[in-house]
Nanobody, 120 residues
Framework: VQLQAYGGGLVQAGVSLRLSCAAS????????VAWFRQAPGKEREFVAA?????GTTDYADLRFTISRDNAKNTVNLQMDSLKPEDTAVYYC?????????????????WGQGTQVTVSS
């Protein structure tokens, strides 16, 4: 599966932004998907994950909401009340569905990142 993240941009603190991850390839509905982010000089960190059928989710921050539409091969990340510390490159990642994880080493497929910059 190939992934492409998009929707980033420069926003002011307090606003909302929605990122999307578009997948190509067969059987996207078989994949668990997660969002990670990496700020300059920091390690890539877990943001949110959703199981293959949308039945299970996990969050590092409850300001964010992850959802998916398997008919459209997309996973979305709704980010509310953004803060300057949310500034990072955001990546979507996928793995064959057998559980969602916070450890990035469990994900085999990665999209290119999309930059989110939150100004104060």
């Amino acid at each position: 599966v190939q992934l492409q993240a998009y929707g980033g941009g420069l926003v002011q603190a307090g606003v909302s932004l929605r990122l999307s991850c578009a997948a190509s390839g067969r059987a996207f509905s078989n994949y668990d998907v997660a969002w990670f982010r990496q700020a300059p000089g920091k390690e890539r960190e877990f943001v949110a994950a959703i199981s293959w059928n949308g039945g299970t989710t996990d969050y590092a921050d409850l300001r964010f909401t992850i959802s998916r539409d398997n008919a459209k091969n997309t996973v979305n990340l709704q980010m509310d009340s953004l803060k300057p510390e949310d500034t990072a490159v955001y990546y979507c990642a996928a793995r064959i569905g057998s559980g969602i994880y916070r450890d990035r080493r469990n994900y085999n497929y990665w999209g290119q990142g999309t930059q989110v910059t939150v100004s104060s």
